[in-house]
């Protein structure tokens, strides 16, 4: 991925943030048989002393555990929120008339070995941690004890683990930075006065982002 | 893309309604020098007599165009809306407890052969159509004719153009139609009970789907 210097996320935890606000991920894996393949799965971070990882699971029926091979390096995407930016919304534009339009948004690429695991009690821990943490917001949350006696150990048989040993996690935070701050406010109005949802989520960042 | 059959999407006018609702496009390429490599650029859906196009551009500083070779096999893939589904959402589960997490979202994987274009009068009238496509939901659109004399071809210099000529195009609509009636709805009541902006856009996709 291209990063001008404006752009750059360097800040680790802000990275692992994105990934845990974002956790649908897409997994990209290159194999003999399918080429270039792209299969999207919410994936958890996690680390030990001195390795990250991500973990997930696909389904058995899936075959992609059969056509990519253990160890193969894989690209994983995290998408925040996207939005059109308008000349329009540039101040300067309305003064000089330079001005072309652009598009902001937020990115996470984590480069890593992806492993399929085959191991029951992995894969259980694994799903008990994704549902502790996508379950956080429930009033209730839902856990795998509420499900009754055997029926997780049969769903797990239809699954298969996914872990990616991380290499590298690179950050892409486009959000105007490049802008004089009158355009970067005029973003914002601009984002705000649209009335799709994501567009308002993206003018949020915008309101954040430092040049 | 692991497909199962309640989720293919096959009506065309869909899945290029798809594109043209969510442009923003994860390009994703292979070459000896970098590997695995995605950039996240607008692209738009165009057609002649019988063949189909992305067309885009990315800045001549992105080294992708010296990196990968013209004619290249490449992925594409345009993201819809997506969002966790908690088995809390099912009726059913309070009934047999029988429920597990997933995740609901729509996307499209093209895939197709890479051209970088180096044509002027190309990537101007390229530009010129993504931006009729990206302001038309603008008050006043902006045109490339509201910038200064030599400013747009001065910009110009600063692009390459990016033209896929799709070899296929696959779509997946993950919304919940494996359920019972009641549980879908359940699912929309769910997802309209969120705080999260995009989780009501993904209620909506709910809403229309069927089984």
């Not at 992609?64 to 253990?70: F, I, T």
């Not at 949350?141 to 683990?161: C, F, R, S, V």
Request: hydrophobic share 35%.
């Amino acid at each position: 991925m291209f990063i001008p210097k404006a752009f750059e996320q360097n800040n680790t935890d802000c990275l692992i943030n994105l990934i845990r606000e974002y956790p649908f991920a897409t997994l990209i894996t290159v194999s003999e048989v399918e080429g270039i393949e792209a299969n999207q799965i919410p994936l958890l971070f996690t680390q030990d002393e001195d390795k990250k990882y991500l973990q997930g699971h696909i389904a058995k029926a899936n075959s992609l555990w059969k056509s990519v091979k253990n160890g193969s390096e894989v690209l994983v995407i995290f998408n925040g929120p996207n939005g059109y930016i308008s000349p329009n919304y540039y101040p300067t534009k309305h003064e000089t008339g330079k001005a072309v339009p652009t598009w902001n948004y937020v990115t996470v690429h984590v480069r890593g070995r992806l492993s399929f695991i085959h191991d029951t009690d992995w894969n259980k821990e694994m799903i008990d941690r994704l549902t502790v943490e996508h379950e956080a917001s429930q009033k209730t949350p839902w856990t795998l004890n509420d499900a009754p006696e055997g029926y997780i150990e049969k769903m797990l048989q239809a699954i298969i683990g996914v872990k990616v040993e991380i290499t590298s996690i690179v950050g892409k935070w486009k959000l105007s930075q490049n802008q004089p701050e009158k355009n970067r406010n005029g973003v914002i109005k601009g984002l705000l006065g649209q009335d799709q949802s994501n567009a308002s989520v993206m003018a949020s960042w915008v309101c954040v982002a430092k040049q």
